[in-house]
């Protein structure tokens, strides 16, 4: 990983993952004019989230160069897909807005077509099949109801 691009996800993660100062918990602070407000809860969860995302990211697309621009094209663009997913993923879990809700589970669809895409491209296996990455997995002890019907799971990826 580059020396910057290290500086950068450091920095990025320290900011996202320090508590809150009392002055952000009553609102933000003013610093030369400008509200600064630090999110807590869910907000700060989110952004960690997606500080992680973009860490793994960026670590994924410091690839060496190897002379081959079609290997070395996706080798860069494969991790940069898949943060697109993670972040996407990370705001279902925590996001309200109905329309970015939408936004991001095509973001999540269209961004493994688009992995898929470039490794048959190169003759590269596809990975397995696997659950959508915002379905919740099934815990192992399914809830029964009083009738003996299993309870169903919810698509709705936001902790409950």
Same mark, same amino acid.
């Given at each position: 990983?580059?020396?910057?691009?290290?500086?950068?996800?450091?920095?990025?993660?320290?900011?996202?993952?320090? &508590?809150? /100062?009392? *002055? %952000?918990?009553?609102?933000?602070?003013?610093?030369? &004019?400008?509200?600064?407000?630090? /999110?807590?809860?869910?907000? *700060?969860?989110?952004?960690?989230?997606? *500080?992680?995302?973009?860490?793994?990211?960026?670590?994924?697309?410091?690839?060496?160069?190897?002379?081959?621009?079609?290997?070395?094209?996706?080798?860069?663009?494969? /991790?940069?897909?898949?943060?697109?997913?993670?972040?996407?993923?990370?705001?279902?879990?925590?996001?309200?807005?109905?329309?970015?809700?939408?936004? %991001?589970?095509?973001?999540?669809?269209?961004?493994?077509?688009?992995? *898929? %895409?470039?490794?048959?491209?190169? &003759?590269?296996?596809? =990975?397995?099949?696997?659950?959508?990455?915002?379905? =919740?997995?099934?815990?192992?002890?399914?809830?029964?109801?009083?009738?003996?019907?299993?309870?169903? %799971?919810?698509?709705?990826?936001?902790?409950?």
């Amino acid at each position: 990983m580059s020396q910057r691009y290290r500086m950068f996800s450091h920095v990025l993660l320290a900011v996202c993952l320090s &508590g809150v /100062p009392a *002055a %952000a918990q009553e609102g933000g602070h003013h610093d030369g &004019g400008h509200a600064v407000v630090i /999110p807590a809860g869910e907000a *700060a969860t989110f952004l960690a989230e997606n *500080a992680a995302a973009m860490v793994t990211m960026m670590a994924g697309m410091d690839v060496k160069p190897t002379g081959d621009i079609d290997a070395d094209f996706t080798a860069m663009m494969i /991790p940069h897909h898949q943060g697109a997913i993670d972040m996407a993923v990370a705001y279902l879990r925590y996001g309200h807005n109905p329309q970015l809700r939408r936004l %991001a589970q095509e973001i999540v669809v269209e961004q493994q077509q688009e992995i *898929a %895409a470039m490794r048959l491209a190169l &003759g590269q296996p596809l =990975p397995p099949p696997a659950p959508a990455p915002t379905v =919740p997995e099934v815990p192992a002890a399914v809830a029964v109801s009083g009738d003996g019907a299993a309870a169903s %799971a919810t698509a709705d990826c936001r902790p409950q």
